[in-house]
């Protein structure tokens, strides 16, 4: 039989002031879960482009073991990339959001497998995520691919992203968490 895909709750930034998105109480009757998120910032002026990412937190988890290793590539106009980071107090992506004046919007998929499990290891999160944007003329797009695994002995409750540096979501912004079960 198929896997199922059932939407367990939408979350929707409000007006401009949301200084993160949470999905909380989150039903451990799943194999894995499904974040599709849709991002843009009420407004900013970077100067950095980590401005331009999001953190998320796990069960409000801020232990650099917790997130031991992530891997990123991008494909970036005419380049690419990769890189990784050791060790972290969040999962960080490199989304590419910037301010709502500038007619881009980051939007991506990110996956959570085996989240009930409760042993140190077997969690993973990956992540599948694109910007593009229109400026003038020329368009400035980028999709990115990334990858963790979760050293955390419990199941995964809660799951929490913020904006980089006391940013905003804006009104526009808004993620859905679905639940699968591979084995109906």
């Known amino acids: 039989m198929a896997a199922t895909h059932e939407l367990?709750?939408?979350?929707?930034?409000?007006?401009?002031?949301?200084?993160?998105?949470?999905?909380?109480?989150?039903?451990?009757?799943?194999?894995?879960?499904?974040?599709?998120?849709?991002?843009?910032?009420?407004?900013?002026?970077s100067s950095h482009a980590s401005y331009h990412n999001t953190f998320w937190r796990i069960n409000g988890v801020s232990?650099?073991?917790?997130?031991?290793?992530?891997?990123?590539g991008m494909h970036y106009g005419s380049g690419t990339a990769?890189?990784?980071?050791?060790?972290?107090?969040?999962?960080e992506l490199l989304s590419g959001?910037?301010?709502?004046?500038?007619?881009?919007?980051?939007?991506?998929?990110?996956?959570?497998?085996?989240?009930?499990?409760?042993?140190?290891?077997?969690?993973s999160i990956q992540s599948f995520h694109s910007n593009m944007s229109y400026n003038a003329d020329q368009y400035d797009r980028s999709m990115l691919a990334q990858s963790s695994n979760l050293n955390y002995a419990s199941s995964v409750t809660s799951i929490k992203v913020y904006p980089y540096n006391n940013n905003y979501f804006d009104g526009e912004s808004y993620m859905k968490l679905y639940g699968i079960n591979r084995s109906a």
């Open 8 to 45: 367990i709750e939408t979350l929707t930034a409000t007006g401009g002031s949301s200084t993160s998105l949470e999905f909380t109480s989150i039903p451990q009757t799943y194999s894995d879960l499904e974040i599709v998120w849709n991002f843009k910032y009420n407004s900013f002026s």
């Open 63 to 72: 232990t650099n073991t917790v997130y031991p290793f992530q891997y990123q």
């Open 97 to 123: 959001i910037a301010a709502d004046n500038t007619y881009s919007t980051a939007c991506g998929r990110m996956m959570f497998y085996d989240y009930t499990n409760s042993s140190t290891t077997g969690k």
């Open 82 to 91: 990769r890189w990784y980071y050791n060790t972290s107090t969040f999962f």
